[in-house]
Each structure stands twice: as structure tokens, then as C-alpha cells.
């Protein structure tokens, strides 16, 4: 095994930690979020500002961590974010007030943003340092963390301040003791180098073309991410599920795009990024039109779940296009891409306030098919 070899396969192996416990975070926090709004007695208006605050700051986060994300800054910037995103969820979970969980949530999204620039741009170089992809299942990594961490917030009888501070301290443990490690990730190869050289490989410039298309298809995909965790359960409880069944469509939705990161590597390796992406889409687009169309329960579970599988390696494969253009590029594609899971859930209540909920949700369907339609244009010439 060569050096080079060696020093890739301990730098994806730290970083799978980070992208679980980027997961693990977020689904603690969002699966607690009533109980936060119930300890300090929030109506649904000022539980939204909270959740706009934790937005704001991300985009904030986004913004300057695309700025800094230089090579070796980015060893810095994935402790920094990791230990304040882990820190300001120790914080939210004892704030009984507004204005404190205001507060906390605005430095709590600056740090995921933050810390989700550092942690794909440190990808899109571990990935060159393979030469093969990698991304997906990295990807599959946040995907696993977030669905165990909300399972256990669900099923763990603790309180939420309890939870969240008890999580967050063990996270902030784990990423100090790794810190030396997570410091050694940039290695000793700063030169522009081929494409097997590693961290410090060189990046050239996007198109700005190319690079708001990369962003407007992330916005598409994650608009659909974030319409199946608000509206899954929903559009299956209207179809008369019981509550239990209707919380399972969110779960096989989930359960579907982490195996379908899984083996999107070899898939992308086998067939390339741009029929992966192009296959899953439209796999993705007839799945949920035919699961919100015909008019039953099995077929919206099975709709939503091959919703998931089809939009698995949609973004991991947008994120490596635009790394070829650097942390800069990798932000810029990032805030466009959450702008869509922002904004999406919204759009679709509006929607379906004017005329149904299956008219509504035809959106995320005919997105995906867009996805589809231009992922040839978005992913042309993109390597591992």
C-alpha cells in the first residue's frame, strides 16, 4: 500500500465520523424541536423565527466558511465547526427562553454551515486523493448517523436539555481527542498535483453557468429532501394511515437514500455520474407521480421510498462537480442547494392550500425529472 494510498484511507475514515456526527446532530435536534418549543412556551410563529434564525446563520456559515476553506484551513474549520455546532446543541437544550434560543440558534447554524463547507470540500480532496468515488458513501454516513440519532432521541425517555447536552459534550470530547488527527489531514502535498495527489490537488475555476445550473439542480434535489421530511407523513395520514404508518414514510424515505448512497460509489464508478444521477432522477420523478397519484397507502409508501433511493446520489455527485471549482464554488452550491430545502416544504403548503396536496407534491416529482433532463449539462467532464 502506497504512502499516498495509506494517508486517503485514514482521511475517509475520519471523515465518515464527521459526516455521522454532522447527522447525529441534526436529527437530535430536529426530533426533539417540540419538546424545545414546549420548555419555552413558544407559539408555532416563534418557533418558526428560531428555525429562521438557525437558517440565517447557516447561509452566514455557508458564506464565510467558502471564504476561509483555503487547504489548510481546512482541518481548522472542520474542529471549529464540528466543536461549535456540537456546543451551541448543549447550549439550545437549556435556553427557556426566545430571545437565548434565538441566540444560540443563529451561532448554531453558523457553525453547520461552517462545518458542511469544510466537511465536503475536505471530501471532494479526499476523493481525488482515491481517484475513485467516494462522495456517496460519505454522504450514506450522515444519512446512517441521522437515522440513529433519531431513533434513539425517540425512543430515550431523557429530557431534551438532558439529550442535547449530553450529545453534544460527547461530541465535542471525540472531536478534541481526534484533533491532532483532523489536523494532519492536509499532509505534506500543497503543490499543484495530478489528480491521485491528494489534499492540496489543484482546482480551477467554474463557469458561472455551469455553476448556478450546479446549484439550481441541488435546490431542486434538496427541495425534494426537505418536502418528504415535512410532508411524507402527512400526505400518507391523508390517505387514512394510522399515525404510526404515516411516520413510516419519512423512515423508508430515509432508510431508501442511505442505501442508495451506499452503493452509489461503485454504481458511479461503473456507469459514471451523469447517468447515475440521470437514472436515479427519473427514477425518482415516476416513483413519487405514481405514488401520489394512485390513491392508497402502499403505493405512497412505496412512492416516497423509491423517491429516496432515486435522489440518493443526486447531491453527493453535484458537491464533486463543484469541488473541481474549490470550497468557494463548494459554498455557492451549497447555499443555492439549501435555499430549495428552505424554501420547498413552504412552497408546497402554499400550494396545496390552493388547490390539493397530490397537485402540490407533482412539484418535488417534476424537479426530479429536471434533474434528469439537465444533469448532462451540470455533470460533463466531472472525475473522482
Known amino acids: 500500500m502506497s504512502h499516498t494510498t495509506a494517508s486517503a484511507r485514514h482521511s475517509r475514515g475520519l471523515l465518515t465520523c464527521y459526516f455521522l456526527g454532522l447527522g447525529m446532530v441534526m436529527a437530535v435536534w430536529g426530533a426533539r424541536m417540540p419538546a424545545v418549543q414546549q420548555a419555552a412556551h413558544l407559539s408555532t410563529a416563534q418557533l418558526s423565527l428560531v428555525l429562521l434564525a438557525a437558517a440565517l446563520g447557516m447561509v452566514a456559515g455557508l458564506c464565510s466558511g467558502g471564504r476561509l476553506a483555503r487547504p489548510e484551513r481546512l482541518p481548522l474549520l472542520l474542529i471549529s465547526g464540528a466543536v461549535g455546532m456540537a456546543g451551541t446543541l448543549a447550549v439550545l437544550g437549556q435556553c427557556r427562553t426566545l430571545s437565548s434560543l434565538l441566540v444560540a440558534a443563529l451561532a448554531f447554524g453558523i457553525a453547520h454551515g461552517v462545518l458542511d463547507v469544510a466537511t465536503n470540500s475536505a471530501a471532494v480532496r479526499c476523493q481525488n486523493a482515491y481517484g475513485r468515488p467516494i462522495m456517496s458513501s460519505l454522504h450514506a454516513a450522515y444519512s446512517l448517523g441521522a437515522l440513529g440519532a433519531a431513533a434513539l432521541a425517540a425512543t430515550v425517555g431523557t429530557s431534551h436539555s438532558t439529550l442535547f447536552l449530553v450529545t453534544g459534550l460527547a461530541l465535542i470530547a471525540a472531536v478534541l481527542a481526534a484533533g491532532p488527527r483532523t489536523l494532519a489531514l492536509h499532509g505534506t502535498d500543497q503543490s499543484p498535483a495530478p489528480a491521485d495527489a491528494g489534499f492540496g490537488a489543484a482546482q480551477a475555476a ?10 439550481a439542480l441541488a435546490a431542486a434535489s434538496l427541495l425534494g429532501e426537505g418536502a418528504a421530511a415535512d410532508w411524507a407523513a402527512v400526505h400518507a395520514y391523508s390517505l387514512h394511515a394510522t399515525t404510526a404508518v404515516a411516520a413510516s414514510a419519512f423512515a423508508f424515505y430515509s432508510a431508501a437514500m442511505a442505501l442508495g448512497r451506499l452503493s452509489g460509489d461503485r454504481l458511479t464508478t461503473a456507469f459514471g455520474a451523469y447517468t447515475v444521477v440521470r437514472a436515479g432522477a427519473l427514477l425518482a420523478a415516476t416513483g413519487l407521480a405514481v405514488g401520489v397519484l394512485v ?47 428552505l424554501a420547498g416544504p413552504a412552497l408546497i403548503g402554499a400550494l396545496a392550500s390552493t388547490t390539493t396536496l397530490p397537485t402540490a407534491l407533482m412539484l418535488p416529482a417534476l424537479l426530479a425529472a429536471a434533474i434528469g433532463f439537465f444533469a448532462h449539462r451540470a455533470l460533463e467532464n466531472t472525475t473522482p
Open 206 to 215: 467554474l463557469p458561472p453557468t455551469r455553476l448556478w445550473l450546479l446549484g
Open 295 to 341: 390513491d392508497n397507502v402502499p403505493a405512497a409508501l412505496a412512492g416516497w421510498t423509491v423517491f429516496g433511493l432515486g435522489l440518493s446520489g443526486t447531491v453527493p455527485s453535484l458537491i464533486t462537480a463543484a469541488g473541481t471549482g474549490g470550497p468557494k464554488a463548494v459554498a455557492t452550491v451549497s447555499v443555492t442547494g439549501y435555499l430549495g430545502l
